[in-house]
């Protein structure tokens, strides 16, 4: 019945909530980096709101970004029920390997053949 998907519907809530508090506090920080710079209640002027997102979305580091990015992912993949499948061999990705890093989306084989692709470059 669940073959699917090698994680229960219990997993994939856990991990799921894990993700969303990772996203809250990611977006939580950007704020509080935001409200110690400068004043945007100053003579800034009406600056609409997804700009100003997009703003603080740049002034992230560039970890922090990909990383943010990377939850984002990983929720929408829960959504499409393609979460915990790793995207490489297809192969699923153990739960305790998600619950250590819930954006993980290759098998630890896969991941560090990619990493060693990446360090080629
Ligand atoms: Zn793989």
């Excluded at 991990?15 to 990772?22: A, D, G, P, T, W």
């Excluded at 603080?56 to 970890?63: A, K, N």
């Excluded at 819930?102 to 060693?116: G, H």
């Amino acid at each position: 019945m669940n073959k699917k998907n090698h994680l229960s519907r219990k997993q994939i809530n856990e991990l799921k909530r894990m993700l969303e508090i990772e996203r809250e506090s990611y977006l939580n920080h950007i704020h509080a980096v935001n409200g110690h710079g400068t004043d945007v209640h100053g003579d800034a002027g009406d600056i609409s709101s997804s700009l100003a997102e997009t703003e603080l979305l740049w002034g992230l580091e560039e970890q922090e970004r990909q990383y943010l990015m990377e939850v984002d992912e990983a929720l929408k993949r829960i959504e499409n029920g393609t979460y915990g499948v790793c995207e490489e061999c297809g192969k699923p990705i153990p739960y305790e390997r998600l619950k250590a890093i819930p954006t993980a989306k290759y098998t630890v084989d896969c991941q560090e053949m990619i990493e060693q692709q990446k360090n080629t470059f």
